[in-house]
């Protein structure tokens, strides 16, 4: 009985250790199905957020390129102010797109390879000469001349900051020692494990157990890319667990130069606020405004050492931390051959060379950005803006956005400093624009440019001033039978009483009345007194009406005070009616957005030039004049110590009640600028517009590049002398009297003392009067500067010449010459008019006579017999009988 119970004791063991074994197999094999099955979903999750993924990248914003022309005004340091902001580096030799060389005047540029909105431009090398201010013997890269050339734009920020950013890079474009670096430092098995690397884990765990702490990790680049695009970064068993299955379909999948490219576009290598820096292209032109391709051994290295913790060795806030994990990289570099020793000597004496945390701001010019969203806007949602990686291509320029920010700061300050006023007290704002095409070249919103607070060029409105004047003299100067430039205007006294009781009584800066005086002086002095009595003759519905013209969209008040400026406006809506004037009367919308493609560079919409006809060519033209005598002999003259003599700048000073704001509005021939100085909480600044604003925009208009010589006059404008009476000083009968441009349609009263009877009109009228006709293109003259003396010596020649006719016209004549009695001239234009009308039908009369006395004498002869050929040809005048 008992061998019995031990002999089944004996068989049961096998038959328990075999259905172990087949549980086992059961649950590896449940187990395997599970692990397979989960590994399909995993697959399948993978493959999808893979094949579909598409990054959410902000529109990139450019700079207008800069294009050099041959004969272009330009200064070696807005020269090099450009390449700056293109990131150029000025090198002894050229080696790579992205120099600049110069010897003594001539320069030498390798421009980069960039896609503008009307297409890619490959690089190229250009030289060409500056002299003189000025481009000359522009060539290629064969010696070929070039008419002009442009260079890339300047990348100048991204819109709607926040979010993940980056710049991906394809495999192509990724520079090989960037690749091998990454591979030595990150996972130097990465072109052979099949996602996990068994050798890597153990000589990671080797290490951590030599150093007592974790020092190095036995992830793949491949797991890191998982983890970066599927987990978080909290450590734990499981997320380990997924990352190594993931690894592992990833490997079967993509080819490792896809994921290598992946990794580089996904790898998270700093933070700037709420914007976080994914990826090698963009972290770049982060630290060292660079493009990838472009980067050093030492710079590749440093970026290299971020991918381990980039808030760690960050090398703004950790220095020290940052050099030594770069010069860490640069001896793994040199052990596995990538550089020799004598570079790895050189890269580790070189500082990080990182650029200012300032200079990589996302948004470095938020006054210019803010307009152009506003642009933008209708076009493009806030979301496609966000996440579509638009690039978007812009009118700033940066050169003249760099001054403008220098004259804006250090000018607030110096007359912080020079005025006794508290420090940090005042505000200002600035916008330029160009004339011709409303292209918006800078703007300054703060006298901290980059700070991205209030915009006091687009937000602060503020009253104007004297600067609203120009408008009411335009109104006058369109009624051409009424008034003109020589027009007296009386500065006196006025007094209204409103219907509330409230009474006007407006008074001069110098608490003075001059009394008559000419309506250009009148604006050039700024008198208070003269433009009421002019804008209230005018009507105020008619300045309005004026002023909307001009391109102001601003509420107008309906009360006299409008005229002499209690009118709130922004500096870039005084830009927009004063650049108006400059354009002679054509009124161009200002913009700042040019074109917009999307992030390959195709699909472009391009934004045109926006112009319409605000005022006729003529008035423009005579308000330009008066303007320009505002700088000259008002209150912009002190602009001159500075500005060169011989470009014809205008403009008008603005100060409001009590000093609270100063303005100076004006131009040259090719640029509009604005400036505004006040305070913020709108107390006493102790400014004037020629003490404040216009010392500003005289240090802008200083550094800018302008075209010098005389402005032309449009058709329809003629000069004449005028005397202080603003009668016509006829120069056949006197000298002298002040040279002022008049509409065609004016009739000047003559003055007494240039009175003479002009008795050849019938000569003029019946050949043409040629002066009259090539007085309307005035190509040589320039307003304030008088009548060209090459001009005026051919007119004096052309009546030389008359004068010499007449008088062998009446020696043949033999008529004796008697004493004309005094020229009466009649009181009114009218009386004057019609008087010329009766002398001029009394000199056909006689014109008549003669014609049919010269018929009569060739019918004579030819009865004579003699030969018509012998006959006095009578057709000239110098020899009518």
Known sequence: MASTKRRRSKASKPGRLHRWMVRLGLLALVGGLVLVGYMVYLDVQLRERLDSRQY?????????????????????????????????????????????????????????????????????????????DEISN???????????????????????????????????????????????????????????????????????????????????????????????????????????????????????????QEYINEVWLGQQGSRAIYGFGLASEFYFQKPLDTLEPHQIALLVGLAKGASYYNPWRNPERALERRNTVLDVMQEQGLITAEQHRVYKDKPLEVASAGAAAQNPYPAFTERLLEELRPYYSYEELRTSGLRVYTTLAPSVQKLAEDAVSGGAAKLEKDRGIQADSLQAATVLLDNHSGDVLAMVGDRRPHYPGFNRALEARRQVGSLIKPAVYLTALERPFDYNLATLIDDAPIRIEGDNGEVWMPSNFDKKAHGQVPLYMALAKSYNLATARLGLDLGLQNVRQTIRRLGVQADLPRVPSMLLGAVEMTPYEVANMYQTIANGGEHVEPRTLLAVSNADGEQVQHFRRRANRGVDAVPAYLL?????????????????????????????????????????????????????????????????????????????????????????????????PVNARGQYMNPEYCRGGTELPFSYETRLQPAPECAGRDRWRWFRDLFGDDERQEAAPREEMTPGWGID????????????????????????????????????????EEDLYLQEERRAEEERRILEERRRRNEEIMRERRQQGVPVEEAQPWEEEDQWP
């Open 624 to 720: 330009r004049f008066a303007l320009e005598k505002a700088m000259r002999e008002g209150t912009g003259r002190s602009a001159y110590r500075i500005l060169p003599g011989s470009v014809s700048f205008a403009g008008k000073t603005g100060t409001t009640n009590d000093y609270r704001d100063s303005w100076f509005a004006g131009f040259s021939p090719g640029v509009t600028a604005v400036v505004w100085l006040g305070r913020d909480d709108n107390e006493r600044t102790s400014l004037t517009g020629s003490t404040g604003a216009l010392t500003i925009w005289t240090e802008i208009m200083r550094q800018l590049p302008h075209r010098h010589g005389r402005i032309q006059a449009p058709r329809g404008v003629e000069y004449k």
């Open 789 to 828: 003396p090459r001009e005026r010596q051919r007119r004096e020649e052309r009546e030389r010449q008359l004068q010499e006719q007449l008088r062998r016209d009446d020696e043949m004549q033999q008529v004796p010459q008697t004493e004309e009695e005094p020229l009466q001239f009649p009181q009114t």
């Open 138 to 260: 522009l060539r290629g890269e064969g010696g070929e001349r070039l008419k002009e050339f442009r260079l890339d734009a300047a990348n100048i920020g991204t819109l709607l900051g926040g979010g993940d950013d980056r710049n991906p890079v394809r495999f192509a474009d990724i520079p090989p020692l960037l690749a091998n670096t990454l591979i030595a430092v990150e996972d130097q098995d990465f072109l052979y494990h099949f996602g996990v690397s068994p050798r890597g884990i153990a000589r990671a765990m080797v290490a951590n157990v030599k150093a007592g702490e974790v020092v190095q990790g036995g992830s793949t680049i491949t797991q890191q890319l998982v983890k970066n695009i599927f987990f978080d970064h909290k450590p734990s068993l499981w997320r380990k667990f997924n990352e190594a299955l993931m690894a592992v379909l990833m490997e079967l999948h993509y080819e490792k130069g896809y994921i290598l």
């Open 56 to 132: 959410q990248l902000p529109a990139r914003v450019f700079a207008r390129p800069l294009v050099l022309r041959e004969g272009m005004v330009m200064r070696p340091d807005e020269l090099q102010t450009e390449f700056e902001a293109l990131n150029y580096r000025e090198q002894a030799t050229l080696s790579e797109p992205g120099q600049w060389t110069r010897e003594g005047m001539d320069y030498r540029v390798w421009r980069r390879d960039f896609v503008h909105a009307d297409g890619r431009e490959p690089a190229q090398v250009v030289s060409f000469r500056l002299r003189n």
